[in-house]
């Protein structure tokens, strides 16, 4: 309707919504588990730029990943430019690191006392006390270590490559899920378009616009409801 009567509406498109990955087998076996004080980024390979960067809560999912710092990294997907043909090109990588509080060194000495731990056992159930148990058969898989070798058989370079997994595991992202399924649209009509003190639209007199129809969107948070109830108590007004 706002189009009809001469507005510009710019592109709609989903944000604070999940991600899909190309990894999806991956994906099918870590689905349902939920990770807490993870480091997440979002990078550009192609440019090797850093485009979001966050710490906290996320979730594995049969397509990907959600959990709100990954809704939050969404919303700074959307407005990438040329977002769409990176997501073809596999060239938007999300970095996660699951032991953020420790540095490469701390890792490494607090493996090599796990390690010490289960010196006999092998490798696949030498794990349990670093990570979730359904974390462990991929990060065991993406090490490279063989699960049946003896744990007083690792070499110092198969310990780094375990490390280097934990601090870095890379999900190539697909793009966003639909937008039936974001908690916000971003997007939408033109606010150069409309009195900002009023909310009456500049080209069309007595028409006014409230919340999430207009082109503004934030992070979750209470943003969006307070962005649709100061507009809408300001167009009543
Ligand atoms: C799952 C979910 C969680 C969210 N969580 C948060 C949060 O934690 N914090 C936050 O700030 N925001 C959150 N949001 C976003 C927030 O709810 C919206 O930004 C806000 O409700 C937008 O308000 P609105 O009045 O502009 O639009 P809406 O609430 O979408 O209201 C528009 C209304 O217009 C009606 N309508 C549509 N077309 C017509 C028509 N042709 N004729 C008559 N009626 C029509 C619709 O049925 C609807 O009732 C969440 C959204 C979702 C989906």
Known sequence: MAKALGHTITDIKPSLVP???YEKE????????????????????EKNK?????????????????GPIILSSSAHLVRYPKIEEKYQKKEILLKIDFKPALTVEK????IRRDFEGYKNK????????LLPQKLIPIIIQ????????KVNEITKEERKKLEEVLKNFEMTIKGTRPIEEAIITSGGINIKEINPKTMESKLVKNLYFAGEIIDVDSYTGGFNLQI?????????M
């Open 19 to 21: 991600l899909e990955c």
């Open 26 to 45: 991956e994906c099918k076996k870590l689905q349902g588990l939920s990770l807490k004080n993870v480091k997440v980024k979002l990078v550009d390979k």
């Open 142 to 149: 993406r090490s490279g270590i063989p699960a049946q070798k």
């Open 228 to 236: 649709a109830y100061a507009t809408g108590y300001t167009a009543g």
């Open 50 to 66: 850093v485009i979001y960067e966050d710490f906290g809560e996320m979730l594995l999912t049969h397509f990907g990943v959600s």
């Open 122 to 129: 092998e490798f696949k159930n030498s794990l349990d006390k």
């Open 107 to 110: 890792l490494d000495e607090r």
